[in-house]
Each structure stands twice: as structure tokens, then as C-alpha cells.
């Protein structure tokens, strides 16, 4: 069984960031195990048209937790980079994933996730101003190579995604998009590897009836704290 995480959700509201990576681990997860990630790249911005650029430097960080070898938790973080919103942007997303058993001699492990977030505003994000801008859901797909042979392991995901203001009108500035990921992982050991994606999402406004294509690139590192526990 093979352990995954996938893509985080968008929300449509006004001057909002979403993270849409997957930065998945080299290698699953087993029952009881924890994995946790932190990343660097470019969160689209969720109403591109009232910005003066589609996408913003965000950093991210996720917890995951193998219930059962093919049932995971995720919880994921990310926050606005950019020098004059640091720290006043960001989300959380709560997700469940759940991998296919692989075939015989089958390269990849097949999974899906759904996954709900929401995105946060304030003036920062240690001030008590803090209120919820939006909410949305995605529903993910997963090809996830996991070889253990293999130091480099490639992964791809497709992931549907609606977002909205609030859940008393959904229909009220809401928006969808298609995220296309593509992601690369390359294991310094049996605990640590570096981890690379290119999410390509393809993002549409209702309200503004305006669309985007919005290439969001990340870079960080996945540590497996069950393994480097057993290692001292």
C-alpha cells in the first residue's frame, strides 16, 4: 500500500491565496507513522483579475498520519510571503486520502483524496482581527510511483476544485478551477528528501467571469518522523 497527499482547495473570494501543490512523501506511510513537510513557492491568488499579479510567494507546511497502511490524515497550512502581507494571508486545509491496492508489477499507486479549506484575513496573523474569507473543497486524483529502488520517484495529480465566499450563499462570489500536478522527489536517505512541483491550474471567476492559467511552482523538504525516531 502507498501513502499519498494531495492538493490543497481553492477559494474564489477576494484577495485570497490557495496553495494547490501536493508535495507528496518519497514513500508511504504505515499505520502510525508521521510525516511532516515545509515548502517555499507561488500561491495563485484567488480573484487574480483585482491584483496586480496572479500569484504571490507563500510558504507551506503539512502534518500527515497513516491510520491504516492505505488511510491518511492530512492537515496543511500556508501563509503570504510577500513583504507587505507577511504573515496577514493564508488558509488551512483538512483532508482523508485513500490509496488502491497496486497491481502486480505495477509502477504506480493509484489514490484519491477530498480535502475541505478555508482561507484566513487580518491585519496579522498573531492579532485577534483574524476573520475567515471563504471556503472550498477539492476532490483529487492521484498516479504516485513508489519504487523502492528508485531515488528519484515522480508523481501527478489532477484535481478539481470549487471555492466560495460563505456557506450562507454559496452562490455569492464563488469560483472553480482544474489544477494539473506534477511533482518530483529525491530521497537523501531513508527519512529526508527533497521534494519539487510544478502545479499548472486553470482558474475561473464566476462573478467576474474572468479565467486564468496560473503556473504555482513549489520547493521544500519531507521528513519522516517515525523513521528518524527508530534511527537514534
Not at 530521497?187 to 491550474?201: A, D, G, I, K, T
Request: hydrophobic share 40%; net charge negative.
Amino acid at each position: 500500500m502507498v501513502f499519498t497527499s494531495f492538493a490543497i482547495v481553492l477559494t474564489s473570494c477576494t484577495n485570497h491565496i490557495y496553495n494547490p501543490a501536493l508535495n507528496l512523501p518519497a514513500k508511504p506511510l504505515q499505520q502510525g507513522e508521521v510525516n511532516v513537510s515545509g515548502n517555499f513557492g507561488y500561491a495563485p491568488e484567488a480573484n487574480a483579475a483585482a491584483t496586480s499579479s496572479i500569484v504571490s510567494p507563500m510558504g507551506a507546511v503539512s502534518v500527515r498520519v497513516g491510520i491504516i497502511d492505505n488511510l491518511m490524515l492530512q492537515a496543511e497550512g500556508w501563509t503570504d510571503f510577500t513583504p507587505d502581507d507577511f504573515f496577514s494571508r493564508g488558509g488551512y486545509a483538512f483532508s482523508v486520502m485513500y490509496t488502491f491496492s497496486k497491481a502486480e508489477n505495477s509502477l504506480f499507486t493509484y489514490g484519491i483524496m477530498p480535502k475541505y479549506g478555508f482561507v484566513l484575513s487580518g491585519s496579522n496573523f498573531f492579532d485577534d482581527g483574524i476573520t475567515v474569507g471563504g471556503h472550498g473543497f477539492g476532490l483529487s486524483f492521484l498516479a504516485y510511483l513508489n519504487r523502492e529502488e528508485y531515488r528519484t520517484k515522480p508523481y501527478f495529480g489532477i484535481t478539481p476544485i470549487y471555492g466560495f465566499r460563505n456557506l450562507e450563499n454559496i452562490n455569492d462570489n464563488d469560483g472553480h478551477a482544474l489544477a494539473l500536478q506534477a511533482g518530483l522527489n529525491y530521497e537523501f536517505n531513508s527519512w529526508l528528501n527533497l521534494n519539487v512541483e510544478l502545479p499548472l491550474v486553470y482558474q475561473y471567476n464566476n462573478s467576474r467571469e474572468i479565467a486564468h492559467l496560473i503556473p504555482a511552482p513549489t520547493i521544500g523538504f519531507n521528513v519522516d518522523l517515525s523513521i528518524v525516531k527508530n534511527d537514534y
